[in-house]
Each structure stands twice: as C-alpha cells, then as structure tokens.
C-alpha cells in the first residue's frame, strides 16, 4: 500500500487496533492474575485449615499426672515438605515437625488466629495459627479438663503461585496470539474496504485538461464515507473543465482578432506596393497603415488590461479607494471633443463624494469605456445620462443611452470577451469587443456587481454597483 | 470575372477587394455578413467566392454549407484565422476548395484566386490559348499570331471571360453579371461598344484572318472555333 507516504490512514488505524488490542491484553492478564491469585489462595487455605486440623487431631492426652496433652505423631500423614508446631496453653511446645525450627517461644501465647508468610529453609511458606481445644478424661465427673492448644501450620506456596502464573500465562498467549492474528487481519479487511477509494483516485487521476471525463464508480456513489469526496471532486471538475473550455475560447478568440488585425496592417502594405503609385496615393496608404496600427495596438493594450485585471485577483497588499465622483468628472471632460462630435449631451447627477474601492485608473477605466459604448450607440442629438447615487452600503453608478439597444437574445453575452453587438458596426468603430468585459472583470474584481438592462429601440442601462470604500 | 468577398473585418475587406480589383481585374462584391453573403451567393453570377471563417449571423462554414446543399459548384476560399488542422479538413470536406490562413499574403491570395477560377473554369494553365490568340492570366496580355494586342482593362476581361468558355454562346446579360459589381451601372449597351473595340484590336493583330468573336445576334457572342483541318476548302 502508501507505505512509503509518512502518513497512512491504514497504518493507523491498525496501530489503533493493535495498541486496543495490547491494552485489553494487559487488562486481561492482570485481572485474571488477580482472580486466579483469589481463588487458588483460597483452596490453599482451605487445605491450611484441614491440615492444621489433622495436626489438631492428633492432640492426645499425655496421661500424666497434671492432666496434659501431648502430639502424637504416630497417625499424622502429612506432605513432608509441610511444617507445623503446636504449643499448650501454657506456652510450652507439644511438637513440631521435623524440618522446622519453630518460630519461637511465646509466639504461640501471644499471637490471635490468622495467617503468616515466612521463609523457611529458603522457601516461601503461607502459615496458618489456629487455636483449638482438647478435653482431657472426659468420662471423669466434671465432664474432664479442657485444654487449649495453639497449632501454626505451614505449606509452600510455590505450586499455588505455580498454577496461577500457569493460568496468566494462558491467558497472555492467547491475547498475544490475537494480537498476531488481527494486525494481518485488519490490514487485510482495510485494504478491501479502502478499494472503492483506490478506484476512485485512479480514475480521478486519469482527468486531464484534454479529458475531462468523470464517471466516479458505484460504490464511490454508494459510499457513505466517500460520497461527499466523490461529489466535491464531480463540482470540482466541472467548475474547472468550465474554466478551462472559457480560457481556450478566450486564446482562441484572442488569436483569432490578432491575426485579423495583423492581416489589416499587413494587406493594407502589401496593396499600396502591387504597383507604381503618386505620392499622394502613398502617403494616403501609409495614413491608412498609421490607422490599422493603431487599431491593432489598442487591441493589444486592451487585451493586456484585461490581462491585468483579471490575474489580479488576489487581494492587493493596499486596499485602493478612489473619488468616483472625480473620476466620473474627469472623464466626462475628456469624452467632450467625441460628445461634441456626435452632438450628444451628457447629463450628470452625483452627490458631493462618492469613495468606491477601485484605484483611479480603474475607476476611469470603467466610467470611460461605459461612456464611450453609451456615446457611439446614442443617435444624433440624444442625451446620455449619468447617475451616481449612494447609498448605505453601497455606490450606485448608471449609465443610460437612448440608442437602438441590445437584442434580448445577445443580452446575456454582452460582457463576454470579444462579444460585439453590432459586428460590423463595431468593428468600423474601432471596438475590439473587450470594453464590457474589462468592466466586468474591474467591477467584480473589487466586490462589485455590473448589470446590463436594455430595450431595443429604447435605449441600454448599465447599473454598476460597488461597495463604499 | 467576379468574386464575392464574404468578409466582417471592414478594412480587410477594404484592402481585399481593392487587391482584387487592382491587381487581378476582378469585379467584387462585399458581404460583412454570413447571411447577406448568403444572399448575394444566391445570384449564382460568382465565378469565386472568398469565404472569412468567423462572420457574424453565420459562420463561413454554414455559408458554404448551404451553397454546396444549392448544387451551387461555384470555387470557395475560406479565409481563416483558426488554429489545428481539423478545422480544415472539415472545411474542406464540406466543399472547400482552398483555404488561407490568416494573417496572408495578398500575392499569394490573388494567386490562388486566379487558379481557383481557372480551375472552375476547366484550364489548367495561366496560358489560354484559342484559334491564334493567346491570353496570359498572370500578366494580363493578349498575343494574336505572335504580335501584341494591347486591351483597356474592361476588353481584357471581356476576352478573358470568352476564353474560358469556348464553344459557348455568352449573353450580353452575362458579361454583365460576370465583369461588374453591384456598383456599376448596367447598360447592355456599354458590353456591345467594348466588344466593338476588342474585336476591332483583335483583328488589326492580323489582317485578313477570320474574326475571333462571333456576335449571334439576339443571343450573344461566341469565341469563333478553329476550323478544322480536313474541311479547309
């Protein structure tokens, strides 16, 4: 799988399963040790006890004058490696086993029932101290003597220890076992489940910018974990073949109104040398030359506005804020000499300031083309109206032209790249088919929003709204 | 001849049709439209049609679609700016006969106008060669038995039209369509007084020979056929 990537979503969730696994392991051993501990230590005990009776039993009437009692070892059958003592009531040791020193005088007298852990000739030995009574002559008058006696009582714990260190290790190996088991186990249940994830990056990858087709698998439909993934990357995709299929439309149209403009300049040259001409008829060719040219270059720089304009986008290190009552004047003044010649009147209302977050170049930029396009389709003697009005949040800037307006078919694609209303007609202008587009990508540029309205016969709208700078 | 220039881009066409004219004494018609050439291509009097790919209304390709769909055999050029090949080949397949990339050379556009018509025409060769009288197409002069026949432009093209038609039996109605644009005036009168002139120059090149143009009267005028060999008597 991704091993080689330092981040494996399978490798951790395995590594999570396995670390779950260990810790319920130990759980496991530790509780069992602690139930096993219990359980066996209380059967040992249980034998203690049976054992210290037998010693008990053996307890006889020593027959002697003072009436005591003494141990008779001849009946005890006891494992070998088992110690014990019995003491009387007075502290005097009845009998000890053979393999035993004793714990001692006075032990006996002074401590309660219970149980002791000694080392006895090097080995752990569980004690028990057990009190018990004997009766002496019960068949004389007075119902005979009762004498108490102490018993200590001892076996070697290391075969208990032995059983419940056998049990854990039972239990160890089995979890070990499963720890072994279900780390191939889980890699191999992941890895089949992770497969409607693998078929679905392998055919996202197989999306190029010359094939755009996705067609994501069922099961990365059907998935509940993919699914959102699966639709992010179909939007994804499409919003980008979108983009990408406009860029390409844009080059190819670009390419398209560059050679035909070159194809102007360089006809126009090539006409003017097919044979012998007058000065005048040269130097009116180089004037038409001079024309074409100037038409090519404004292509040019209105392309690489729109260049500029539209790489951009992201956010500039100083937000710019401009006057755009200023701006509109000054371009009202510098739109005089072509008003004039077109004998159009331009009427302007606007309050006193009106700050929109465009730099002045911009600003003109966007007042001048929407001017300009509001002029050269006005007839002669008609007004154009300018209107600049603020309003809580926002600048609002109208453009209105009494001219023969836009057809409501080709409404929607006056601010493509290229789009021209009247193909001819524009061209003949000058109009390269980019001023509406460069507003749009301005305005938007800077939050704004440009919309067209127009009625053929009527006249075209142009509402550009801009937030307050 | 006369050519119909389909084409948007006002000064292009400007330039083009002033080419045409000047230099290849082409009569031409302008189109800033797919649909108004259209409309002129109906007229069926083109003997070429010079076709811009990207036209407002409708495209070249759907211009030139309909005028194959009209049986109309008519020479096209497409004139085009757009990149990769497939867009000519499909161009070509849907009945084009040339294509120019853009940004051209007017040269080489007049060159392959030329040979388009020649072609239309059924000549293989620059030179057309009829009875004694030899046209050439790239200079525009016409030699009768060797000597030099010096025409105004006007009877060149006259000529130049006959040539390309032997046998044919042309109309003073279809000089007219065939030599002038739709600026001209149209006066039969003026095809009668120019045909006067050429076979008059015609015949001056060699003096008792039989008259190259032959006038049925009522019908039109016919280039006179070589008479053949084995009934010379």
């Not at chain 1, 012998?276 to 038409?288: I, M, N, S």
């Not at chain 2, 525009?140 to 105004?152: E, F, I, K, P, Y």
Request: charged share 25%.
């Amino acid at each position: 799988m991704t091993s080689n990537l330092s981040r494996s979503i399978t490798w951790r969730l395995i590594a999570a399963v396995l670390a779950v696994e260990f810790a319920a392991a130990v759980l496991v051993i530790v509780l069992s040790w602690g139930y096993e501990r219990h359980t066996h230590f209380r059967a040992f005990d249980v034998m203690l006890h049976g054992r210290a009776d037998s010693v008990l039993g053996a307890v006889q009437d020593a027959e002697d004058t003072e009436d005591n009692v003494m141990l008779d070892k001849a009946d005890l059958r006891l494992p070998q490696e088992d110690i014990y003592e019995v003491y009387d009531e007075r502290g005097r040791l009845l009998g000890r086993s053979p393999n035993w020193q004793g714990l001692g005088e006075g032990f006996a007298a002074t401590t309660k029932d219970g149980f002791v852990r000694k080392i006895v000739n090097g080995r752990h030995y569980r004690l028990l101290r057990m009190h018990g009574s004997r009766i002496v002559d019960p068949g004389e008058p007075g119902g005979g003597k009762l004498r108490h006696v102490a018993v200590l009582y001892g076996a070697p714990t290391e075969r208990v220890w032995g059983a419940i260190w056998h049990a854990v290790a039972v239990y160890a190996g089995g979890s070990l076992l499963l720890l072994l088991v279900s780390g191939p186990l889980v890699a191999w249940v992941l890895h089949r489940g992770l497969a409607p994830l693998r078929d679905l990056a392998a055919l996202a990858g197989n999306v190029s910018a010359n094939a755009w087709e996705f067609e994501p698998p069922e099961t990365a439909r059907t998935t509940r974990e993919l699914a959102p993934l699966t639709h992010a990357l179909e939007s994804v995709l499409e919003r980008l073949e979108c983009a990408f299929v406009q860029q390409r439309t844009f080059v190819s149209d670009a390419a398209h109104e560059l050679k035909t403009a070159v194809a102007v300049v360089k006809s126009s040259l090539q006409l003017l040398g097919l044979r012998t001409r007058t000065p005048a008829e040269y130097q009116a060719g180089l004037d038409r030359c001079l024309a074409d040219t100037a038409r090519l270059e404004d292509l040019v720089a209105k392309m690489l506005t729109l260049a500029r304009v539209e790489s951009a986008t992201t956010a500039t290190s100083t937000p710019a804020a401009c006057d755009a009552v200023r701006c509109l004047e000054e371009t009202m003044r510098e739109m005089e000499t072509v008003a004039a010649l077109r004998q159009v009147r331009v009427d302007k209302t606007a309050p006193e300031h009106a700050s929109v977050p465009l730099t002045a170049e911009d600003c003109q930029l966007v007042v001048s083309n929407l001017l300009l396009n509001a002029l050269q389709h006005s007839p002669t003697g008609a007004q154009v109206q300018l209107n600049l009005s603020v309003m809580h949040d926002a600048v609002e800037m109208r453009v209105a032209d009494h001219g023969e307006g836009i057809d409501p078919t080709v409404q929607a694609q006056v601010f493509d790249r290229f789009f021209r209303g009247d193909h001819s007609r524009s061209r003949a202008t000058g109009g390269a088919g980019l001023g509406l587009a460069i507003c749009k990508a301005v305005v938007e540029k800077a939050g704004g929003s440009i919309a067209l309205a127009s009625t053929p016969g009527q006249g075209t709208i142009v509402t550009v709204r801009l937030p307050r700078a | 001849m006369r050519v119909l220039l389909v084409e948007d881009e006002v000064r292009l066409a400007e330039n083009l049709a002033a080419a045409l004219r000047d230099a290849a004494g082409f009569a031409v018609d302008w189109a800033a439209d797919g649909e108004e050439g259209d409309a002129f291509a109906r007229n069926s009097v083109y003997d070429l049609v010079i076709l811009d790919l990207m036209l407002p209304k409708l495209d070249g390709l759907g211009v030139l679609k309909r005028l194959r769909a009209r049986k109309d055999a008519t020479p096209v050029l497409i004139l085009t700016a757009k990149e990769g090949k497939a867009a000519i080949i499909e161009l070509l397949n849907a009945g084009a006969d040339d294509y120019l990339a853009k940004p051209f050379d007017l040269g080489e556009l007049i060159a392959r106008a030329k040979a388009l018509i020649r072609r239309g025409k059924g000549a293989a060769h620059p030179m057309l060669t009829a009875v004694n009288v030899e046209v050439n197409t790239l200079e525009q002069t016409v030699h009768r038995a060797g000597s030099l026949v010096d025409l105004s432009p006007t009877e060149y093209r006259i000529l130049e039209y006959l040539m390309h038609h032997p046998r044919k039996v042309v109309s003073k109605r279809e000089l007219l369509e065939h030599l002038y644009d739709y600026n001209w005036e149209h006066h039969s009168n003026v095809i009668e007084a120019h045909v006067s002139n050429l076979r008059k120059k015609l015949d001056a090149a060699e003096s008792d020979a039989a008259p190259v143009i032959e006038t049925l009267r009522g019908r039109g005028y016919r280039l006179a056929t070589l008479p053949e060999p084995g009934r010379d008597e």
